[in-house]
């Protein structure tokens, strides 16, 4: 049996996969939306995710739509709590591109600290997602991206995170619930 996730290695969901794993195989994915376009695929199989999922590439698809509408082909296995890394919200004080890159399951947190600090106006950052913080903490170095919200432990593996450009503005702690569906 298969369990599909959010990839890549090193993400929330692989942690969270990986403790739950017990025999299954483990399938990462590239984005979540490649798991829930084509979950009727994987009969059999499970799912994890967690309940902040939120698609920034299907139109109003949350896990509480994920759930809503799939009920008749998934089965909730199991749900368990498993804190999320510390996330950190990075500025980027010589930013190339007025954009704050994130994964769309923090566009609040973003909203909040850009609202806190008047930045939600015309000379503040556009909001882009990306399908995982991984992938948000790559771009955000390579296009020198102003803002990102991003797992501290990996910030801090990088060389760049010792640049006095890459200011860490916050630290995030939420807790999360995670879901293990099977597919029916």
Do not use: C
């Not at 950190?88 to 769309?104: F, K, M």
């Not at 399951?105 to 950052?125: C, F, Q, V």
């Not at 296009?143 to 890459?166: V, W």
């Amino acid at each position: 049996m298969n369990i599909h996730t959010l990839g890549p290695t090193g993400t929330d969901s692989y942690r969270a996969a990986k403790h739950y794993l017990t025999n299954e195989t483990l399938i990462l994915h590239a984005s979540f939306e490649e798991i829930v376009v084509n979950f009727h695929n994987y009969r059999g199989d499970k799912i994890v995710m967690p309940v902040a999922f939120k698609s920034n590439k299907l139109d109003g698809v949350d896990w509480a739509e994920f759930n809503y509408l799939n009920w008749m082909n998934l089965e909730i296995e199991k749900t368990f709590s498993l804190p999320l890394m510390t996330m950190s919200l990075v500025e980027n004080t010589q930013y190339q591109r007025n954009i704050a890159l994130i994964h769309a399951a923090t566009e609040g947190l973003m909203k909040r600290y850009l609202t806190k600090r008047d930045l939600n106006n015309a000379s503040g950052p556009s909001i882009v997602f990306a399908p995982s913080k991984i992938v948000a903490l790559q771009d955000f170095i390579k296009n020198q991206n102003r803002f990102t919200i991003i797992s501290e432990e990996q910030f801090k593996e990088i060389p760049e995170s010792s640049d006095e450009k890459y200011q860490i503005r916050q630290a995030l702690k939420p807790q999360m619930v995670w879901v293990v569906y099977k597919i029916l």
